[in-house]
């Protein structure tokens, strides 16, 4: 192939990937790009294990045909259980024992303070759960709660020492749980995978906190 042909061809890439970001509000950057080239251009024929037996049809006339739309709802379930149980070896020694509490530690880290209600938004959690995941912390003397100066109303966190102590000790073993997940994907799987992630956490994040009440039938036509 000719390297004009190449460049016709990585133009109308380039056209394609553009229309895509101005659906979903996203600036095109290169990294980004490459990452739509990757997804668009490279694969590996690997197929997945199926969970499904023979019937064809299941209550109520629903066909029990998959397509591509079912495999990544599947698998994104999939994954999510492998991650969990290596988060369960991560934290064996640990009185940190799920992966919410290590990611609010962790987000915590990185903040002086925070209201509770901003801790629990950006973690993508019902207030019911994340308020119960901050009273553990606090029981564990891993976080510790303070009255807000400025608004007295308002109840503030932040991580303690012994939070910071304890994330030191477990470090390690997430490093290792974080190596395991991506598998034996390459370095430009890995970057796919990553620009893949990050399209479907942009358009998912953008759902959750605007229309969350919404009833299925209007998100999928949003």
Do not use: W
């Amino acid at each position: 192939m000719k390297s004009k042909e190449i460049l016709i061809q990585i133009i109308e890439q380039l056209d394609e990937f553009e229309n895509q970001c101005k659906k979903v509000d996203m600036e095109v950057n290169m990294s980004d790009f490459i990452g739509f080239l990757n997804a668009n251009i490279y694969s590996r024929g690997i197929k997945a294990q199926s969970i499904s037996g023979g019937q064809e049809e299941y209550p109520g006339g629903m066909a029990a045909t998959k397509d591509r739309e079912t495999d990544i709802s599947i698998l994104i379930v999939m994954m999510y259980r492998y991650a969990k149980s290596y988060l369960k070896k991560a934290f064996a020694n640990s009185i940190i024992r799920t992966a919410d509490e290590f990611s609010y530690l962790i987000t915590l880290l990185t903040h002086e303070s925070m209201v509770k209600t901003e801790l629990i938004h950006t973690q993508v959690m019902e207030k019911t759960s994340g308020m119960e995941i901050i009273k553990r912390l606090i029981r564990l003397n891993l976080v510790e709660s303070f009255d807000d100066p400025i608004d007295k109303r308002s109840t503030r966190i932040r991580i303690s020492d012994e939070g910071k102590r304890e994330l030191g000790k477990i470090f390690p073993q997430m490093q290792l749980v974080s190596r395991l997940v991506p598998g034996d994907l390459n370095e430009a799987e890995r970057n796919q995978l990553a620009y893949l992630l990050r399209r479907l956490d942009h358009f998912h994040h953008h759902l959750y906190q605007e229309a969350k009440t919404e009833p299925l039938e209007n998100l999928v036509n949003n």
